[in-house]
């Protein structure tokens, strides 16, 4: 697995999901109950992992829906 994007939104969590979902690539996401740590204020970022096969489609799909990466 590698690291397509990280953010404190969930909503680009969610927009980036849909959007590679829509293009068969599956998505796994890491650091989600983090929340309960830093007390639902988002200050922990969450990751957003695929394949690494699929990560230079994953790229292309951030790059053509203007998702910003987070790194």
Do not use: C, W, Y
């Not at 697995?1 to 068969?24: H, N, S, Y």
């Amino acid at each position: 697995m590698k690291e397509l994007l990280r953010t404190t939104d969930p909503t680009i969590v969610a927009f980036a999901t849909a959007m590679l979902d829509g293009e068969g690539i599956e998505t796994f996401e890491l650091d989600v109950n983090m929340s309960i740590l830093d007390g639902s204020i988002g200050i922990l970022p969450r990751r957003l992992m695929v394949r690494d096969g699929d990560l230079d489609e994953a790229l292309k799909v951030m790059r053509d829906h203007d998702i910003d990466l987070g790194k």
